[in-house]
């Protein structure tokens, strides 16, 4: 069965620190994958995505993430945290470009301290 | 345009009553879907329209659960009877058609407690 997994339900940081989501799939085949943010009581908002090209994606925010067939991985990261990153981080993937259906992992809670 | 909108934000109601629910597109936008997120969880697909035809539907959506999107633009959600395991953010969300434009702008959600 197609499934994504987030590595991590929280992941606390210092700012400035590294940030690392952590975010696998499963499937036979090729994806397109997504990251999204939700701040609190708000809808999600696309970080960034990767469809076909370059595996390695830049989005908002300065987050990027880079997509490892080998590894069936699309992890996120961004080189240093600020206070404003603090959200819940949702990895996706549709395996369906006609329908656009999306898979969500579970989510990482990001918590930024000072 | 303002993005997609959903309305109500939130919503309270008591068990065993109706509520419906209504999202707005990105105009042009032919591919509505629904969502349903739990507190701590990911979104769940529920069901998805493109124009006026409901072509996919997950088993999570009861019968208790309808969906309408009768002119292809603006859909609503219904939910009969509801139930305490029924309380939950509703996400609507939209896309244009093509290959690879898979992009999908959410709503800000409608908050449903069944009380």
């Known amino acids: 069965a197609q499934s994504v997994t987030q590595l991590g339900s929280h992941v606390s940081v210092s700012e400035g620190a590294l940030v690392l989501l952590r975010c696998n799939y499963s499937?036979?085949?090729?994806?397109?994958l997504f990251w999204y943010v939700q701040y609190p009581n708000q809808g999600l908002q696309l970080l960034l995505k990767?469809?076909?090209?370059?595996?390695l994606v830049k989005g908002i925010n300065g987050f990027e993430a880079e997509f490892k067939k080998s590894e069936t991985s699309f992890h996120l990261t961004k080189p240093s945290a600020h206070m404003s990153d603090a959200a819940e981080y949702f990895c996706?993937?549709?395996?369906?470009?006609?329908?656009?259906?999306?898979?969500f992992g579970q989510g990482t809670t990001l918590q930024v301290k000072p | 345009d303002t993005g997609v909108s959903q309305d109500p934000r939130h919503k309270i109601t008591k068990r065993g009553q109706n509520v419906t629910f209504r999202c707005d597109p990105i105009?042009?936008?032919?591919?509505l879907y629904w969502y349903r997120q739990t507190l701590g969880q990911g979104p769940e697909f529920l069901t998805y329209?493109?124009?006026?035809?409901?072509?996919?539907k997950s088993r999570l959506l009861s019968d208790r659960f309808s969906a309408e999107r009768p002119k292809g633009s603006f859909s609503t959600l219904e939910i009969q009877r509801t139930e305490q395991g029924d309380s939950a953010m509703y996400l609507c969300?939209?896309?244009?058609?093509?290959?690879?434009?898979?992009?999908?702008?959410f709503g800000q959600g409608t908050r449903l407690t069944v009380v």
């Open positions: 969300a939209s896309s244009a058609p093509g290959e690879g434009n898979t992009e999908a702008f």
């Open positions: 499937s036979s085949v090729p994806p397109y």
């Open positions: 990767y469809t076909t090209g370059a595996t």
């Open positions: 996706a993937v549709t395996f369906s470009s006609n329908t656009g259906k999306l898979i």
């Open positions: 105009s042009e936008h032919n591919r």
């Open positions: 329209f493109q124009n006026e035809a409901q072509l996919e």
